[in-house]
């Protein structure tokens, strides 16, 4: 039974996620640690650990996670759930790419996944720095991925996006802009 869970968890996460290792991040660790698998430190350690490897950093995860919970059948079950979806779709994009790249349809979605992964990514750079910086446990709920802190960031990112297109500002500003949100935020 575990191993089927093994298996439906990480293939899911392998069809639901773009944008690379670091956007897999925060789902998978949001479903790990529910399940009870292993607890926050140590999932850290298997990203130090992933990255330092040779291979993609979903692979690696799933392979450690997976031995984790149930040895090598589980690391061979996690790792074949993470990688079937991206083969798959791989195949299927392949076949008709050049029909499709091109359709507005295709253009469309992709602009609209680009900001997702941009949150997902950033939430992932947060949650190391966090940890890498406070290791003790300390309450931030920007970093807690919870629904609504997602639909915030992923919000902001898509308005940020969308603006800094139109009209480009200096980094310096940007910079002192989310400087200023960090005071407001962190200090009431």
């Known amino acids: 039974m575990i191993l089927l869970e093994l298996f439906l968890v990480f293939f899911s996460i392998g069809l639901f996620t773009f944008g690379g290792g670091y ?5 998978l660790k949001t479903e790990v640690l529910s399940r009870g698998w292993m607890d926050e430190a140590l999932f850290i350690d298997f990203i130090s650990i992933s990255e330092s490897t040779p291979g993609p950093l979903a692979l ?8 984790e919970v149930n040895g090598i059948s589980g690391a061979l079950v996690a790792t074949l759930g993470v990688m079937l979806p991206s083969i798959v779709i791989i195949m299927l994009v ?11 349809l295709t ?5 609209g996944i680009k900001p997702v992964v941009m949150a997902l ?3 992932t750079i947060l949650f190391l720095l966090r940890n890498l910086l406070f290791p003790t446990t300390i ?25 800094l297109k139109k009209k480009p500002l200096h ?6 802009v989310a400087a200023l949100a ?3 935020m962190f200090s009431f």
């Open 23 to 27: 956007a897999m991040v925060p789902i």
């Open 60 to 67: 690696n995860m799933a392979t450690f996670i997976g031995t």
């Open 107 to 111: 253009q469309a979605a992709l602009k």
């Open 139 to 163: 309450s931030w709920p920007l970093i807690d991925i919870s629904h609504l802190v997602l639909l915030i960031n992923l919000g902001s990112f898509y308005f940020g996006y969308r603006y």
């Open 121 to 123: 990514i950033a939430t």
């Open 182 to 184: 960090g005071i407001i």
């Open 171 to 176: 980094p310096m500003i940007l910079i002192g």
């Open 94 to 104: 392949a076949a008709v790419f050049n029909k499709a790249i091109n359709h507005p």
